[in-house]
């Protein structure tokens, strides 16, 4: 394989309203030419991205790949090992600007493992903490989602009419005012009703 020397970065953003400016101005100032510098706009959670996709069938051994932090090229330790296992994989170096790290040192590449560690387990406790609220929400009782949408009055005599064969059922969803997948669930709850 021909050896190269270019630098290359790697630019992510979670959504497409973000701004990605601030990591396109620090991977300018370190001397990656725009052409160089792949940009995705979608979130980190799997590696299935298209201009990540590009970077690493881009680089060739010699090149170095520059990230402004671990997080915009992975959001778990898995996917970034996976990522930085195939830069090495074909002779490429890996940079971080926030972490310090740099993969031609046996310190940068234990540094990453352990800033992927830690960055997966801050999430796992994010999504514990999450899970935990929710769950004492429920115990009080509080509803959460979408407000449940009242029933007419009527509601037993729209169905009535609706299995009578004296209303379609585009007539009872406009005077119910519920979707199709909601009419048909609030019916069950009160054929069930009924039958207690």
């Known amino acids: 394989m021909p050896t190269t020397n270019n630098t290359y970065a790697y630019v992510r953003v979670s959504s497409l309203d973000q701004n990605e400016d601030r990591q396109l101005d620090a991977m300018t100032a370190l001397g990656v030419p725009p052409e160089r510098i792949f940009v995705d706009k979608q979130s980190g959670k799997d590696a299935n991205r298209p201009q990540l996709q590009e970077l690493l069938d881009a680089v060739r051994r ?10 915009r090229l992975a959001r778990n330790t898995r996917d970034l090992l996976d990522i930085v296992e195939r830069l090495t994989a074909k002779g490429v170096d890996f940079i971080s600007q926030k972490e310090k790290i740099d993969t ?3 310190t940068g590449k234990f540094m990453l493992t352990v800033f992927g560690a830690v960055a997966e387990l801050e999430r796992g406790y994010i999504k514990q903490r999450q899970a935990e609220g929710i769950a004492s929400a429920k115990r009080r009782g509080v509803h959460l989602g979408r407000p449940v949408k009242k029933l007419p009055e009527n509601f037993g005599e729209l169905v009535r009419c609706y299995e009578r064969g004296k209303l379609s059922f585009a007539d009872v969803l406009a005077e119910t005012g519920l979707k199709e997948a909601t009419f048909y669930r609030r019916l069950r709850e009160y054929r069930a009703g009924k039958r207690r």
């Open 104 to 106: 031609t040192t046996p």
């Open 62 to 71: 010699g090149d170095t790949v520059i990230v402004e932090s671990v997080s």
